[in-house]
């Protein structure tokens, strides 16, 4: 018959395509901006090693492992995914889908429906869900303000109706080893509350905060979509979301524990959300969110949203739960494990510090200030098994399209993920044997080759070379780290003497990006 002639003919072309590109060549990969990029082959190698297939959750392979010498073979997939779309009968579509909750008592800041966007990938056992970031308001003044300038973070009637993920929401492999199958949800931050608030909008009130109850709602809705059967659930969010996710991994590990879901495992990603409530470079008065202190910002903010902080941390600081907010508070007090990811010299962090580093050079005041900003925090992460901190000035990571490139002590912020994957999968398995189905946190010796702890030592901002590029904010010119630390004031001498080292020898280590 025409008809299974055409069909024989189409598998054989199919599987032609695939043997050809199965044998050919793995090229050189394409090179990402930044200045980590020209080191990547440099990097020490890490040996590939076999993902195991007999405990309860099947990973995905990692790439990751063998990056040094196959740069390009995720790419291969990819293409060869590509020449084989003929084969298929439709397009597989990468974006995530916007889906309001039915719930609508569950609003935005306006009282618009909230939402979530979402790409399923079905046969994926591995769930990942993001709080976006965006600060907050935490008064009527500078809810009113917010409502003006950034509508979108207080408002749905604008939303897209699709986006396309990036980073660890990427679905492409080369440029998310290890979650690029996983189901995909996003939700867009519209409550201005870091995801704390419990308080609808009434008739005697403005707004309403309902960013854990929406984080709450949309848990359940997934459950209806394959959560269920989830192994893994991974509550990540970068920023305000960071801190979200702090706030709620365990809210939500015991909304499904309560509903009968024991076997998925919740775990927590905090990105860039792990600020100190330090003391201000210089004090302003709380006038708007920008230039508010954050110990004022928040304790105003929590009382305005009517925020809900785990059980345990309030316990810890009654009368004063405004503390949770702040990660080296929260996390001693978390059940669920979490990985922290940190810039040393976070940019929001300055920022409500009143450090501003555009404009003038900073003085030797401001220059000393971030010094000490970047010890105080490696002080509070000292305790963080799993974490990923570069001494680089910026803020978020985990969805920037570079996410790969930045490296602490050789290894990657994937590469570090997947061997905290790996460390709980095998706690589970201990776990088990001896009869306890915990997933709490645990300290448990990192597998070889397969850091977690990973701190930049170095002292300054960029001394990292892997750090994102900068630019010059008058020219948008790329800045070497030398050019950079001089525009921030830094005098060479003066450094050299305090680190006990010949000042030309240190000219050519900045000089070196080292």
Same mark, same amino acid.
């Given at each position: 018959?025409?008809?299974?002639?055409?069909?024989?003919?189409?598998?054989?072309?199919?599987?032609?395509?695939?043997?050809?590109?199965?044998?050919?060549?793995?090229?050189?990969?394409?090179?990402?901006?930044?200045?980590?990029?020209?080191?990547?082959?440099?990097?020490?190698?890490?040996?590939?090693?076999?993902?195991?297939?007999?405990?309860?959750?099947?990973?995905?392979?990692?790439?990751?492992?063998?990056?040094?010498?196959?740069?390009?073979?995720?790419?291969?997939?990819?293409?060869?995914?590509?020449?084989?779309?003929?084969?298929?009968?439709?397009?597989?579509?990468?974006?995530?889908? @916007?889906?309001? +909750?039915? $719930?609508?008592? #569950?609003?935005?800041?306006? *009282? /618009?429906? !909230? =939402?979530?966007?979402?790409?399923?990938?079905?046969?994926?056992?591995?769930?990942?869900?993001?709080?976006?970031?965006?600060?907050?308001?935490?008064?009527?003044?500078?809810?009113?303000?917010?409502?003006?300038?950034?509508?979108?973070?207080?408002?749905?009637?604008?939303?897209?109706?699709?986006?396309?993920?990036?980073?660890?929401?990427?679905?492409?492999?080369?440029?998310?080893?290890?979650?690029?199958?996983?189901?995909?949800?996003?939700?867009?931050?519209?409550?201005?509350?870091?995801?704390?608030?419990?308080?609808?909008?009434?008739?005697?009130?403005?707004?309403?905060?309902?960013?854990?109850?929406?984080?709450?709602?949309?848990?359940?809705?997934?459950? @209806?979509?394959? +959560?269920? $059967?989830?192994? #893994?659930?991974?509550?990540? *969010? /970068?920023? !305000? =979301?960071?801190?979200?996710?702090?706030?709620?991994?365990?809210?939500?590990?015991?909304?499904?524990?309560?509903?009968?879901?024991?076997?998925?495992?919740?775990?927590?990603?905090?990105?860039?959300?792990?600020?100190?409530?330090?003391?201000?470079?210089?004090?302003?008065?709380?006038?708007?969110?920008?230039?508010?202190?954050?110990?004022?910002?928040?304790?105003?903010?929590?009382?305005?949203?009517?925020?809900?902080?785990?059980?345990?941390?309030?316990?810890?600081?009654?009368?004063?739960?405004?503390?949770?907010?702040?990660?080296?508070?929260?996390?001693?007090?978390?059940?669920?494990?979490?990985?922290?990811?940190?810039?040393?010299?976070?940019?929001?962090? @300055?920022?409500?510090?009143?450090?501003?580093?555009?404009?003038?050079?900073?003085?030797?005041?401001?220059?000393?200030?971030?010094?000490?900003?970047?010890?105080?925090?490696?002080?509070?992460?000292?305790?963080?098994?799993?974490?990923?901190?570069?001494?680089?000035?910026?803020?978020?990571?985990?969805?920037?399209?570079?996410?790969?490139?930045?490296?602490?002590?050789?290894?990657?912020?994937?590469?570090?993920?997947?061997?905290?994957?790996?460390?709980?999968?095998?706690?589970?398995?201990?776990?088990?044997?001896?009869?306890?189905?915990?997933?709490?946190?645990?300290?448990?010796?990192?597998?070889?080759?397969?850091?977690?702890?990973?701190?930049?030592?170095?002292?300054?901002?960029?001394?990292?070379?892997?750090?994102?590029?900068?630019?010059?904010?008058?020219?948008?010119?790329?800045?070497?780290?030398?050019?950079?630390?001089?525009?921030?004031?830094?005098?060479?001498?003066?450094?050299?003497?305090?680190?006990?080292?010949?000042?030309?020898?240190?000219?050519?280590?900045?000089?070196?990006?080292?």
């Amino acid at each position: 018959m025409p008809g299974s002639s055409a069909g024989l003919s189409a598998v054989r072309s199919c599987l032609l395509l695939l043997f050809i590109h199965m044998s050919a060549p793995v090229e050189a990969r394409r090179v990402r901006g930044g200045r980590a990029h020209a080191r990547r082959l440099q990097q020490q190698q890490v040996p590939a090693y076999r993902e195991r297939v007999d405990g309860p959750e099947s990973f995905p392979l990692d790439f990751t492992a063998v990056e040094g010498n196959m740069n390009n073979f995720m790419v291969q997939i990819k293409n060869l995914a590509q020449s084989l779309y003929p084969c298929s009968a439709q397009k597989l579509d990468q974006d995530m889908k @916007l889906h309001f +909750l039915r $719930n609508v008592s #569950v609003t935005c800041n306006d *009282g /618009s429906p !909230a =939402g979530y966007y979402i790409k399923e990938s079905h046969g994926s056992k591995r769930w990942l869900i993001f709080l976006e970031g965006g600060w907050y308001c935490f008064n009527r003044q500078t809810c009113d303000s917010r409502y003006e300038t950034m509508r979108r973070l207080m408002s749905s009637t604008k939303w897209p109706q699709t986006r396309t993920g990036t980073g660890i929401l990427s679905p492409q492999p080369e440029e998310n080893p290890h979650w690029w199958n996983a189901n995909m949800v996003f939700i867009p931050y519209c409550s201005s509350d870091v995801w704390s608030g419990v308080t609808p909008k009434t008739e005697h009130s403005d707004y309403a905060f309902m960013g854990s109850l929406i984080i709450k709602e949309v848990v359940n809705e997934l459950l @209806l979509k394959g +959560l269920d $059967n989830a192994k #893994v659930l991974l509550l990540a *969010g /970068s920023s !305000a =979301g960071g801190t979200g996710a702090l706030l709620n991994v365990d809210q939500v590990a015991e909304q499904l524990a309560s509903q009968g879901h024991t076997a998925v495992q919740v775990r927590g990603l905090a990105d860039s959300g792990w600020f100190l409530d330090n003391k201000q470079y210089k004090f302003t008065d709380c006038l708007d969110t920008i230039s508010c202190a954050p110990t004022e910002a928040i304790k105003r903010g929590s009382r305005y949203w009517g925020g809900q902080v785990p059980e345990s941390c309030r316990q810890a600081h009654l009368g004063e739960e405004w503390n949770c907010f702040f990660g080296y508070k929260v996390y001693p007090t978390l059940k669920s494990p979490v990985f922290v990811v940190q810039w040393l010299f976070d940019e929001a962090q @300055l920022t409500v510090d009143n450090i501003h580093l555009t404009g003038q050079p900073v003085h030797e005041g401001q220059w000393r200030y971030i010094q000490n900003l970047g010890q105080e925090l490696r002080g509070t992460l000292r305790e963080v098994p799993a974490l990923f901190a570069p001494a680089c000035l910026s803020h978020e990571l985990i969805t920037r399209s570079y996410w790969m490139d930045i490296q602490v002590k050789g290894t990657s912020l994937p590469r570090a993920l997947h061997c905290w994957d790996r460390s709980l999968q095998d706690n589970v398995h201990i776990n088990s044997s001896h009869g306890n189905q915990s997933h709490q946190k645990q300290k448990t010796p990192p597998m070889r080759g397969c850091p977690l702890h990973l701190i930049d030592s170095c002292p300054w901002p960029h001394c990292n070379p892997s750090c994102p590029t900068i630019r010059d904010q008058l020219t948008g010119q790329e800045m070497s780290v030398i050019q950079f630390l001089k525009h921030m004031g830094f005098d060479v001498q003066k450094m050299a003497e305090q680190q006990g080292m010949d000042p030309r020898k240190l000219l050519g280590m900045l000089n070196n990006g080292s």
